[in-house]
């Protein structure tokens, strides 16, 4: 089992900064990557960044140069750092693991974009 805690949604201008956090617990030992995925209203829920073994990272074309995922392995914490955001980017944010044999998703965090 698996737990993830999303945590750092909130209300953002169009053009800001926000920083989001999950914390993981659980049999951490069998995960092999970390990641973000975001559902806009009425859209299908899509992968924005990931990090895996040897903290490789991948991102969405969408939010490269822009966004930034990284964990702190001593608090078990994976942050998504998000700069110079657009309207699109209103969405919840959930972070995902990936085990062998299953995975496992955090009950999100919303992140409206205001003009």
């Known amino acids: 089992q698996v737990q993830l805690v999303e945590s750092g949604g909130g209300s953002v201008n169009v053009g800001g900064s926000l920083k989001l956090s999950c914390a993981v617990s659980g049999d951490m030992s069998r995960i092999y990557s970390l990641s973000w995925h975001r559902q806009a209203p009425g859209k299908q829920r899509d992968l924005v960044a990931s990090?895996?073994?040897?903290?490789?990272?991948q991102y969405a074309d969408s939010v490269k140069g822009r966004f930034t995922i990284s964990r702190d392995s001593a608090k078990n914490i994976v942050y998504l750092q998000t700069n110079k955001l657009n309207p699109e980017a209103t969405a919840v944010y959930y972070c995902h693991a990936e085990l062998s044999l299953t995975n496992y998703w955090g009950q999100g965090t919303q992140v409206p974009l205001s003009a």
């Open positions: 990090i895996g073994i040897g903290d490789r990272t």
